[in-house]
């Protein structure tokens, strides 16, 4: 079995550069997922761990082998893809033994592996059918069908439920975590749009944009810990308020003042920062609560409520022109529309970051 | 020229007149005949459900009847004409039929028919689907498709003028100019008179048709092979599958249907085969194909209504079939995915 290490992976089409160098080192057995906002290079890292694009520049080695020359069908992959991609003339059996058919594997072990593979993913009453006679979420499980029976070290996922509909994308992820539970020692790779997903499945989450690794993680470090405002924004929904504030004090605990006069200490060393400096500060939406007497941190009118029953959300604009501040309350919460609200937050939940936009690591 | 053009665009503006006088008038006329009287309801609608039901016919009406009398009824005329003899005037029985059965060049006829179907229309796919395929992954490939695509509009009687002068041959002392012959030449070999070679010449006036219409099946696969989804070539690649086997494996499958579209069209074209023969040999040298016999019994020599139409019939009769699965082949691709 096999993890896969890449070092400074690098990818340009031509003039146009798409990753910046990546360096990550999956363990074996490791389930990771790569989030990033669309166009960031997710696709293009994980097609190019297949080995269906060229490597720029840089190594990358799956089980301590380096294979930037190796051809996909010995790298020891299976892709599974957005679009399932199954083969539309062979039927459900056949598009599973394709590759075993390939590979010159006997009749009784191709049999032996995708009745197997069609036991797993509940398709063996549909062995026999066509693609296009099955449902999105039997195609999907086909396709994943098809990438076991090739048995790989490292599995490799692109967007596989972003085609289903919300109820089976929750089956369906559901199905994976349990399929990765069966299969300990495989690697998997899992590209996504959804947090859920992300949060779910991921034993650690690579955050990319724009072709950089942002960061990389446990999901509620990410979310505890974020090391920028990028992750901080991206992780979360709806994601982390970021007030603009200024350095009062430094030190440890630090003076932060917001606008309007107010001033807040949040324990948070910032042992580099001087006095007067500009920076952030982040709180999650969820970590706002409603303010019982003076002792508050942010003061607003609501322009928006959303009930939802489970939680309510609070628009509420802030102390300075900026975005509105997001509160998620639990339950309902009798605030109306153009209510002045105060808002507090335990200080251990803040974050800050500086000005360009790093933050300033938390205690622990 | 001026004169010409203005009486043909009147002639043009006429017609579309007179068409669309036609639907007004005969709508109107459906009218009269199934009146809608206000008061019972009932009776209206059943009078607008007649006149919705006779409409059809009354608008198709014209184009059935041009359909009758330019199709139907030549087929059923030169059904009963090939149990005449010659001049159409006395009945004959089967003797039409029995002649052509004993007939040797009717059997050759049937023979070279035969290997047209099984070479021409089998090389023009294959080629087209090769091109096709290689094409796709050259810069150069549009630029190629458009030379191999434009002998399609060539006539085949301008394709074989073009064809003679590649298998010209000159006798005697004179200077070859035939581009076979030199090419013959070139390699040291000696001149041949390829177009009277028996069995062999079938072969090298089938290369004109192949070379007319593999840019037909090439244009026609090649857009085919586009629809394949790209992703089901890469898990092919996942799995281990050579460029061989994914072309046979999962590209050839997915473009099954049209290719069979494609092998049936071209199918119908051979065995309607007849300019690329009259031009070349005119049927000497065993070349020749029913369409041509038909030809040259009912209007050369032969001056045969019977027989020519015993030979007609022959040719409506494997043309049929093939049509019909083809129509059912080109409903499928545009009904069905
Ligand atoms: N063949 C190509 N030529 C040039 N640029 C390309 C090519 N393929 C992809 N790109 C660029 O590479 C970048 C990354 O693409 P990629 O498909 O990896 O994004 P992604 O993160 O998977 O996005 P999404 O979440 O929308 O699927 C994009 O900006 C895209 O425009
Ligand atoms: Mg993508």
Redesign the pocket.
């Known amino acids: 079995m096999a993890g896969v290490v890449l070092k400074d992976i690098r990818k340009s089409?031509g003039q146009?550069k798409?990753l910046h160098g990546i360096d990550l080192d999956v363990a074996e057995g490791e389930f990771v997922v790569f989030v990033?906002p669309?166009?960031?290079?997710?696709?293009?890292?994980l097609r190019m761990i297949a080995g269906l694009e060229t490597i720029t520049a840089g190594e990358m080695s799956i089980g301590g082998k380096v294979v930037n020359d190796v051809p996909p069908s010995r790298r020891g992959i299976a892709m599974v893809f957005q679009s399932y991609a199954l083969y539309p003339h062979m039927t459900v059996y056949d598009n599973m033994a394709f590759g075993l058919r390939i590979a010159h594997e006997s009749k009784s072990e191709i049999d032996r592996r995708v009745r197997a593979a069609g036991d797993i993913l509940q398709l063996t009453p549909y062995l026999d059918r066509l693609p296009k006679a099955l449902s999105g979420g039997q195609r999907q499980r086909v396709a994943i069908g098809r990438a076991i029976c090739r048995d790989p070290e490292v599995f490799l996922f692109d967007?596989p439920l972003s085609n289903l509909d919300a109820a089976l994308r929750v089956a369906t992820r559901i199905e994976i975590a349990k399929l990765k539970e069966q299969m300990p020692q495989t690697t998997m790779i899992y590209?996504t749009?959804d947090q859920v997903e992300a949060m779910t499945l991921a034993d650690r989450i690579v955050v990319l944009s724009a072709g950089r690794v942002e960061q990389v993680g446990r999901p509620l470090e990410l979310y505890e810990n974020p090391t920028n405002l990028f992750v901080a924004r991206f992780i979360g929904s709806p994601s982390m308020n970021i007030i603009p504030a200024t350095v009062a004090e430094p030190g440890d605990p630090t003076l932060i003042s917001l606008s309007a006069g107010r001033s807040v200490r949040v324990p948070i060393a910032t042992p580099s920062a001087k006095a007067g400096e500009a920076a952030s500060f982040g709180v999650r939406p969820e970590d706002l609560v409603l303010a019982k007497g003076d002792d508050y941190l942010l003061e607003g009118t609501v322009s928006l409520v959303e009930a939802l029953g489970e939680v309510t959300l609070l628009y509420v604009d802030g102390p300075v022109g900026a975005e509105p501040m997001i509160a998620k309350l639990p339950g309902i919460v009798d605030v109306k529309k153009n209510d002045t609200v105060r808002l507090s937050a335990d200080p251990g939940k803040l974050h800050l970051f500086d000005a360009a936009g790093k933050a300033f690591p938390k205690k622990r | 020229m001026v004169s010409q053009l203005v009486s043909s665009l009147g002639v043009v503006i006429a017609g579309v007149f007179f068409c669309a006088l036609y639907y007004w008038l005969s709508d109107k006329l459906l009218q009269l005949a199934l009146p809608v009287r206000d008061g019972d309801p009932r009776a209206a609608s059943l009078a607008l459900n007649r006149r919705a039901a006779v409409r059809p016919w009354l608008f198709l009406g014209p184009a059935l009847l041009l359909l009758v009398v330019y199709l139907v009824y030549p087929v059923v005329a030169t059904f009963i004409l090939s149990f005449y003899d010659r001049s159409g005037t006395t009945f004959v029985g089967a003797a039409n039929y029995v002649w052509a059965i004993n007939d040797a060049q009717f059997r050759q006829s049937i023979f070279n028919n035969l290997m047209w179907l099984a070479v021409v229309p089998a090389a023009c796919t294959f080629f087209g689907l090769v091109i096709a395929v290689m094409t796709d992954r050259i810069w150069w490939g549009n630029i190629a498709k458009s030379l191999i695509f434009m002998p399609m509009a060539i006539s085949f009687v301008g394709a074989s003028v073009i064809w003679k002068f590649i298998y010209e041959y000159r006798g005697g002392k004179e200077a070859q100019i035939g581009l076979l012959n030199a090419i013959v030449q070139f390699f040291g070999g000696d001149p041949q008179v390829w177009i009277s070679m028996p069995f062999w010449n079938n072969f090298f006036l089938m290369a004109i048709l192949i070379w007319i219409q593999t840019g037909f099946a090439m244009v026609i696969l090649s857009a085919a092979l586009r629809g394949i989804p790209e992703e089901t070539v890469e898990a092919a690649v996942i799995d281990g599958a050579n460029g061989w086997q994914i072309f046979w494996k999962i590209m050839v499958p997915q473009i099954w249907g049209t290719i069979a579209v494609v092998w049936t069209t071209i199918t119908i074209l051979v065995l309607k085969v007849f300019d690329i023969v009259l031009t070349m040999t005119n049927g000497q040298w065993d070349t020749m194909v029913l369409a041509n016999l038909m030809f040259d019994w009912m209007f050369r020599g032969g001056g045969d209504s019977g027989r020519s139409a015993v030979i007609a019939l022959v040719i409506m009769a494997a043309v049929t079939p093939i049509m019909i699965w083809n129509i059912r082949q080109a409903n499928q691709q545009s009904g069905g995915h």
């Open positions: 089409y146009v798409v990033g669309s166009g960031c290079g997710k696709s293009t890292l967007e590209v749009h």
